[in-house]
T-cell receptor
Framework: DTGVSQNPRHKITKRGQNVTFRCDPI?????LYWYRQTLGQGPEFLTY????????KSRLLSDRFSAERPKGSFSTLEIQRTEQGDSAMYLC?????????????????FGPGTRLTVL | GNSVTQMEGPVTLSEEAFLTINCTYT??????LFWYVQYPGEGLQLLLK?????DKGSNKGFEATYRKETTSFHLEKGSVQVSDSAVYFC????????????FGSGTKLNVKP
């Protein structure tokens, strides 16, 4: 299977702990996205990478959140000093976009998500 | 701003019934419109898309037409199956906002045999 993969699939942690999630996109995709999905809601955009450059961050992403994509391939999302309100499904998606200024539609392919529970 | 509004669920239908899930949007510029489906325990899968006004997206018996005049992209299927039970998300995409997607809150579909 060459789809988007995410690890771990589930994470339970205590309030105040740090957690890190990993996303491996489809290999030829240069764009990578992180979303957060809470129960009964649609995914909300968190951040976007074009290759290794982080080009956009949502205001939802507080200073406790950091994302990296060091070699333009896999990405990590770290949450420091977790809070109960961070409990959610964290989704990663990837796509191929020929260029930053390209205006053609970008179809994103989603991974299965990492479900975070903060106790 | 950009946003998507979907009809609230759950929607419960008998097998072979006709399905409509309403979706309306507001957007800056000329968005592309999508339907994604999420089966239990799985990630979102692209169901269909339409990139300009009057386009019809279709896949697996599902259809949706991009209606600019009513800013709508309603999902339809003529005869649902039990295997269609899932959560359906309407989404819009615009290149003017770093290619991010804006999702509706999702509509859960339950199909009974």
């Amino acid at each position: 299977d060459t789809g988007v993969s995410q690890n771990p699939r589930h994470k339970i942690t205590k309030r105040g702990q740090n957690v890190t999630f990993r996303c491996d996109p489809i290999s030829e995709h240069n764009r990578l996205y992180w979303y957060r999905q809470t129960l009964g809601q649609g995914p909300e955009f968190l951040t976007y990478f074009q290759n290794e450059a982080q080009l956009e961050k949502s205001r939802l992403l507080s200073d406790r959140f950091s994302a990296e994509r060091p070699k333009g391939s896999f990405s990590t999302l770290e949450i420091q000093r977790t809070e109960q309100g961070d409990s959610a499904m964290y989704l990663c998606a990837s796509s191929y976009g020929p260029g930053q200024g390209d205006v053609r539609t970008d179809t994103q392919y989603f991974g299965p998500g990492t479900r975070l529970t903060v106790l | 701003g950009n946003s998507v509004t979907q009809m609230e669920g759950p929607v419960t239908l008998s097998e072979e019934a006709f399905l409509t899930i309403n979706c309306t949007y507001t957007a800056t510029g000329y968005p592309s419109l999508f339907w994604y489906v999420q089966y239990p325990g799985e990630g979102l899968q692209l169901l269909l898309k339409a990139t300009k006004a009057d386009d019809k997206g279709s896949n697996k018996g599902f259809e949706a037409t991009y209606r600019k005049e009513t800013t709508s992209f309603h999902l339809e299927k003529g005869s649902v199956q039990v295997s269609d039970s899932a959560v359906y998300f309407c989404a819009l995409h615009t290149v003017y906002n770093f290619n991010k997607f804006y999702f509706g809150s999702g509509t859960k579909l339950n199909v009974k045999p």
